[in-house]
């Protein structure tokens, strides 16, 4: 492949609709992460990417598995008592058993195996450039109903029971944009580059600034740098995409190992934005 | 409904998969800081938690004022390790207004939540609650890890509490409850 290949209108619409699925799939991942859920995105994933392989003897669209397997995942998660990350991690070994259980034993399956772990966003086309820039839209929409609720639920756990406000809409919707991030990232972009988009962004991104606002600012920018990074290397080089965006995030965690290293030396030195927080009173002096 | 109670507790008796507490009775009027004391494990954050509807009442009743606003201070609320969420953000949450803060609270307000201790941020939550727009208050154990300005702050916060606002007082220090609260019930007895 050679450059020229970037501005080839065949790449527009997997661009444009890997891009429009990293920017949801940040948002999703920080609110995952704020509520300590992060795992629960890899079990999605794998559940999703076995859901859209076992379609494919029953004839239906890879989308419609994957919906239906992330939807039940979903329904039995919501409907126990406590979910932990031991669910998510059954989750996970389910799904991931399961993909390649099926895939050995439908004609093609290790194919479509590969390519759901992997990723095929070269192939998008028009259908799932609308359905991520829906998704966009829907999370840019609901963002600021959605965010108060879940941050409070967060930190006030019993606020809405107390108070007889129903918890159940904003759960529902919550629950339907993870669904939907998660089968859509994993379809066009494979199931372990979809996690790696959800979780490191807001891994790296919450350390790199401080409040919430700013937090979710921050994951949206290492998102979509390490987004655009991969999709013109994976050309420029000929190389896979997925592994190259997975790739691409591993390597933004750079950022926040030099900001973790940079505030650690600045509190050391009493200079440092930790002190700029504390009232002048609580300021250390220096002697 | 008895007067202008905000919350009454019938002969509740509370728990998860089996009874807890109870049965206890009591009723909270406005104005009132009222104490629930006993030993540890005697069920007092159980009985709590079955009025806000986190833990399960197997018999009794628990009425509230009509429209009545609440809000629940955990035992040991936890501190998420990585959040960048200001103090702000979190005090904010439950309609607490920042600019009439209590000056003990102030300087964490701009604090990412990862630099603040433990205490500092029981702190935050309890301030949070009781600067809230909620009619009654549950506190459980709200004096746990905070420090003497702290502690003098929830004091004058509790002790200029507004006539139609209530508190529901959960503490195991007998000296603490026994200054702030007009009446006092024993659980667990």
Same mark, same amino acid.
């Given at each position: 492949?050679?450059?020229?290949?970037?501005?080839?209108?065949?790449?527009?619409?997997?661009?444009?609709?890997?891009?429009?699925? +990293?920017?949801?799939?940040?948002?999703?991942?920080?609110?995952?992460?704020?509520?300590?859920?992060?795992?629960?995105?890899?079990?999605?994933?794998?559940?999703?990417?076995?859901?859209?392989?076992?379609?494919?003897?029953?004839?239906?669209?890879?989308?419609?598995?994957?919906?239906? #397997?992330?939807? =039940?995942?979903?329904?039995?998660?919501?409907?126990?008592?406590?979910?932990?990350?031991?669910?998510?991690?059954?989750?996970?070994?389910?799904?991931?058993?399961?993909? %390649?259980?099926?895939? #050995?034993?439908?004609?093609?399956?290790?194919?479509?195996?590969?390519?759901?772990?992997?990723?095929?966003?070269?192939? @998008?086309?028009?259908?799932?450039?609308?359905?991520?820039?829906?998704?966009?839209? +829907?999370?840019?929409?609901?963002?600021?109903?959605?965010?108060?609720?879940?941050?409070?639920? !967060?930190?006030?756990?019993?606020?809405?029971?107390?108070?007889?406000?129903?918890?159940?809409?904003?759960?529902?919707? /919550?629950?339907?944009?993870?669904?939907?991030? +998660?089968?859509?990232?994993?379809?066009?972009?494979?199931?372990?580059? @979809?996690?790696?988009?959800? /979780?490191?962004?807001?891994?790296?991104?919450?350390?790199? $600034?401080?409040?919430? !606002?700013?937090?979710?600012?921050?994951? =949206?920018?290492? &998102?979509?740098? @390490?987004?655009?990074?991969?999709?013109?290397?994976?050309?420029?080089?000929?190389?896979?995409?997925?592994? $190259? %965006?997975?790739?691409?995030?591993?390597?933004?965690?750079? %950022?926040?190992?030099?900001?973790?290293?940079?505030?650690?030396?600045?509190?050391?030195?009493?200079?440092?934005?930790?002190?700029?927080?504390?009232?002048?009173?609580?300021?250390?002096?220096?002697? | 409904?008895?007067?202008?109670?905000?919350?009454?507790?019938?002969?509740?008796?509370?728990?998860?998969?089996?009874?807890?507490?109870?049965?206890?009775?009591?009723?909270?009027?406005?104005?009132?800081?009222?104490?629930? &004391?006993?030993?540890?494990?005697?069920?007092?954050?159980?009985?709590?938690?079955?009025?806000?509807?986190?833990?399960?009442?197997?018999?009794?009743?628990?009425?509230?004022?009509?429209?009545?606003?609440?809000?629940?201070?955990?035992?040991?609320?936890?501190?998420?390790?990585?959040?960048?969420? =200001?103090?702000?953000?979190?005090?904010?949450?439950?309609?607490?207004?920042?600019?009439?803060?209590? @000056? $003990?609270?102030?300087?964490?307000?701009?604090?990412?939540?990862?630099?603040?201790?433990?205490?500092?941020?029981?702190?935050?939550?309890?301030?949070?609650?009781?600067?809230?727009?909620?009619?009654?208050?549950?506190?459980?154990?709200?004096?746990?890890?905070?420090?003497?300005?702290?502690?003098?702050?929830?004091?004058?916060?509790?002790?200029?509490?507004?006539?139609?606002?209530?508190?529901?007082?959960?503490?195991?220090?007998?000296?603490?409850?026994?200054?702030?609260?007009?009446?006092?019930?024993?659980?667990?007895?």
């Amino acid at each position: 492949m050679n450059d020229w290949l970037l501005f080839d209108a065949m790449f527009r619409i997997p661009f444009l609709t890997g891009l429009c699925l +990293t920017a949801a799939l940040c948002l999703v991942g920080a609110l995952l992460r704020m509520r300590d859920e992060w795992l629960a995105a890899l079990g999605l994933s794998q559940v999703a990417a076995a859901g859209a392989i076992a379609a494919a003897p029953l004839g239906l669209p890879g989308l419609v598995g994957a919906f239906g #397997a992330a939807g =039940l995942a979903v329904i039995l998660r919501s409907s126990l008592p406590r979910v932990g990350n031991s669910h998510h991690a059954l989750m996970i070994l389910i799904g991931w058993s399961a993909t %390649l259980l099926i895939g #050995a034993h439908i004609d093609h399956g290790q194919r479509i195996g590969d390519s759901l772990l992997r990723g095929q966003l070269y192939f @998008a086309h028009a259908g799932h450039l609308a359905g991520a820039a829906g998704l966009l839209l +829907t999370m840019i929409l609901m963002l600021p109903w959605l965010s108060p609720r879940l941050l409070t639920a !967060r930190f006030f756990p019993d606020y809405h029971k107390a108070n007889r406000i129903r918890v159940w809409p904003y759960q529902a919707v /919550f629950a339907l944009l993870v669904m939907t991030a +998660t089968v859509l990232g994993t379809i066009s972009i494979g199931a372990f580059p @979809a996690f790696a988009m959800l /979780f490191v962004p807001s891994w790296v991104g919450f350390v790199l $600034v401080d409040g919430w !606002r700013q937090s979710l600012l921050a994951t =949206l920018a290492v &998102g979509i740098l @390490a987004y655009v990074a991969a999709f013109v290397a994976a050309m420029l080089l000929d190389l896979p995409f997925g592994p $190259v %965006l997975t790739g691409a995030l591993v390597l933004s965690a750079a %950022l926040r190992f030099v900001t973790a290293i940079r505030r650690r030396n600045a509190e050391i030195s009493g200079d440092s934005l930790h002190t700029n927080y504390l009232a002048p009173a609580e300021r250390p002096t220096r002697s | 409904m008895s007067g202008d109670a905000l919350l009454t507790v019938d002969q509740v008796v509370a728990g998860y998969t089996t009874p807890v507490v109870g049965p206890v009775s009591f009723s909270v009027q406005s104005g009132q800081v009222l104490g629930l &004391g006993g030993h540890n494990g005697a069920g007092k954050s159980t009985l709590l938690r079955a009025i806000t509807g986190m833990s399960r009442v197997f018999s009794g009743t628990i009425r509230r004022a009509t429209g009545l606003k609440l809000c629940h201070q955990w035992q040991r609320p936890e501190l998420p390790p990585e959040l960048a969420l =200001l103090g702000r953000e979190i005090y904010t949450l439950l309609g607490a207004d920042p600019d009439r803060a209590p @000056a $003990v609270i102030r300087p964490l307000l701009g604090r990412p939540l990862y630099r603040f201790s433990g205490g500092q941020f029981q702190m935050l939550q309890t301030l949070a609650c009781l600067c809230s727009p909620a009619q009654l208050v549950l506190m459980d154990e709200p004096t746990n890890n905070l420090d003497g300005r702290a502690l003098e702050a929830l004091s004058g916060i509790l002790h200029d509490l507004a006539p139609e606002r209530a508190v529901l007082l959960v503490s195991h220090e007998k000296a603490f409850l026994e200054r702030h609260c007009s009446r006092m019930i024993e659980v667990g007895q």
